[in-house]
């Protein structure tokens, strides 16, 4: 069982940056794909980016394309996603996952609680 523990979120004005970081419990933490799902109100949960359990492949959403990058260190057990010029449409709660490379939800296996990013316009 792998758990997974958000933290980085919160309010930000429109431009802004901000870092999500995920720390997992799993001692074979390299050898799982990690991503981020994201969630608006009234909104279907969605595919933002994932990476490969060894960080050599990446992929992003076309929404997220260019603003946002996924990395991890596998030393530390951690992932983290760098989330630069902000819009107030990237609003919502953001997830972290654990499972096999993919953009789908059915992909990963594991899921964090989820922590919220407010953009203000």
């Known amino acids: 069982q792998v758990q997974l523990v958000e933290s980085g979120g919160g309010l930000v004005q429109a431009g802004g940056s901000l870092r999500l970081s995920c720390a997992a419990s799993e001692r074979t933490f390299s050898t799982y794909a990690m991503g981020w799902f994201r969630q608006a109100p009234g909104k279907e949960r969605e595919f933002v980016a994932t990476?490969?359990?060894?960080?050599?492949?990446?992929v992003y959403a076309d929404s997220v394309n260019g603003r946002f990058t996924i990395s991890r260190d596998n030393a530390k057990n951690t992932a983290y996603l760098q989330m630069n010029s902000l819009k107030p449409e990237d609003t919502a709660s953001y997830f972290c996952?654990?499972?096999?490379?993919?953009?789908?939800?059915?992909?990963?296996?594991?899921w964090g609680q989820g922590t919220q990013v407010t953009v203000s316009s």
């Open positions: 996952v654990a499972g096999r490379y993919g953009t789908s939800r059915l992909d990963y296996e594991y």
């Open positions: 990476i490969s359990g060894t960080g050599q492949r990446t």
